[in-house]
């Protein structure tokens, strides 16, 4: 019986599982990727395609729209706005979301009431004020939207990308060393 291939085998012990790691830091680094591009495409793709983006940061239309959403806003003609329907408007320095009760087309003013709320607004919202309607609306991307804004929150964005990238390199970094290791033996 021939011992050296016996030896071979006892000098280099082959290891096992060596490819969950990378398979799950790449994993991890796509799923980080992923993450990252997802969700600042949800806060940047809908102002290409035409809509105002809005974060909510009054309870005055919940529970339809909580607090944190992020509304997107079309573009509507006011005589074709009715009742029922949310819309975004201008007042003073703030944009604000409510539904419309009634629609004045000769005054040409909406009469507004926040779902939340138990009276309707004080003031009616006078045509040039619209905003447009509010087509959809997503809980917690407003909250996204904030922090994206923000110097820090562009930091964080952009370390966490890197980390993902890093997880990804550090994948292939191990299997070509597993690779090497292998013709070695």
């Known amino acids: 019986m ?3 291939p016996l030896l071979q085998a006892e000098q280099h012990p082959r290891k096992k599982g060596g490819k969950a790691v ?3 830091c790449n994993i991890a680094g796509t ?3 992923l993450a990252v591009i997802i969700s600042s495409l949800a806060v940047t793709v809908p102002r290409f395609m035409g809509y105002e983006i809005y974060n909510v940061v009054s309870a005055s239309m919940e ?3 909580p607090v944190g959403s992020v509304i997107y806003v079309e573009d509507a003609r006011p005589e074709d706005i009715s009742p029922g329907e949310v819309i975004a408007f201008s007042s003073g320095d703030s944009v604000i979301a409510h539904r419309v009760t009634a629609n004045h087309t000769v005054e040409g003013t909406f009469t507004t009431k926040g779902d939340a709320n138990a009276q309707g607004d004080m003031n009616d919202a006078p045509y040039e004020a619209l ?3 509010v087509a959809r609306h997503y ?3 407003g909250e996204l939207m904030v922090l994206y804004a923000s110097r820090t929150g562009k930091a964080y964005l952009i370390c966490f990308a ?3 990238a890093m997880f990804n390199i550090l994948a ?3 299997r070509e060393r597993r690779r090497q290791q292998e013709t070695e033996t």
């Open 63 to 65: 529970p339809e729209i």
């Open 22 to 24: 990378p398979a799950l």
């Open 162 to 164: 890197a980390c993902g």
């Open 2 to 4: 021939n011992k050296e």
């Open 131 to 133: 905003k447009g309607r």
């Open 31 to 33: 799923l980080i990727l």
């Open 139 to 141: 809980p917690v991307l």
């Open 172 to 174: 292939s970094r191990m």
